[in-house]
């Protein structure tokens, strides 16, 4: 089956620095791959949609200076927060869809975010 | 937007079948429902989709009467391992319905 990564797995830094997360499709080429941001107890919220080789689709509300997303290629996307602070803190997670379209998505695992 | 309304939890004991019930009144003509299991602090992970009638696999069943306005997750015989969060997802192949997840049900199985 298709499996996306993501790294790393949680992460803790200082506040005002920058943190940058990975997601990988491993067996598959991902032309779509979402961003997802989940607080404690809470449902998972959509940040951005970003599609290889072009910029991201920020959701509304969501800082695109702040969370800056790269889709390089076909198998890696790259969240990176910046300037992180405590509110900050979250599991962040992404998914990837092939070419069969959005419904088949599939999720990485999580990174969990403490900002200190 | 395809909304859709879950019960926020349910409690069930080892060994019994669940039915979770998920309502999506505005689905569209080319949505399909999708539903997620997600344990704590890990990523979803897809259990089934649908579009009519019941489908079923080695995990679940999917039933989802004429009208496509609700659908029900059937797990059979549910295990302690089981407990975790069910997301019921509605949308197309192309649009963005599929992306927005609503709050889940919490589902707890007791020993």
């Known amino acids: 089956g298709a499996v996306v990564s993501q790294h790393p797995s949680w992460v803790i830094c200082k506040s005002g620095t920058s943190v940058k997360i990975e997601c990988r499709s491993l067996d598959f080429q991902a032309t779509t791959m979402f961003w997802y941001r989940q607080f404690p107890k809470q449902s998972l919220m959509l940040m951005a949609t970003?599609?290889?080789?072009?910029?991201?689709?920020?959701e509304q509300g969501v800082e695109k200076d702040k969370f800056l997303i790269n889709h390089a290629s076909l198998t890696l996307s790259t969240l990176t927060v910046t300037s992180a602070h405590p509110e900050d803190s979250s599991f962040y997670i992404c998914?990837?869809?092939?070419?069969?379209?959005?419904?088949?998505?599939?999720f990485g695992p999580g990174t969990r975010l403490t900002v200190l | 937007l395809a909304k859709t309304t879950q019960p926020i939890s349910m409690d069930s004991y080892e060994g019994q079948e669940v039915n979770i019930t998920c309502s999506h009144n505005n689905i569209a003509t080319n949505d399909y429902i999708t539903w997620y299991q997600q344990f704590p602090s890990q990523g979803p992970r897809f259990i089934i989709q649908?579009?009519?009638t019941k489908v079923t696999n080695e995990v679940a069943s999917l039933f989802i009467p004429a009208d496509r306005k609700s659908s029900t997750l059937s797990l059979p015989r549910v295990s302690l391992s089981d407990t975790a969060v069910y997301y019921c997802l509605v949308g197309d192949t192309t649009g963005a319905n599929n992306l927005f997840f609503g709050t889940g049900t919490r589902l707890t199985v007791i020993p």
């Open positions: 970003s599609n290889e080789g072009s910029k991201a689709t920020y």
């Open positions: 998914s990837a869809s092939g070419t069969s379209g959005i419904n088949e998505q599939f």
């Open positions: 649908g579009y009519k």
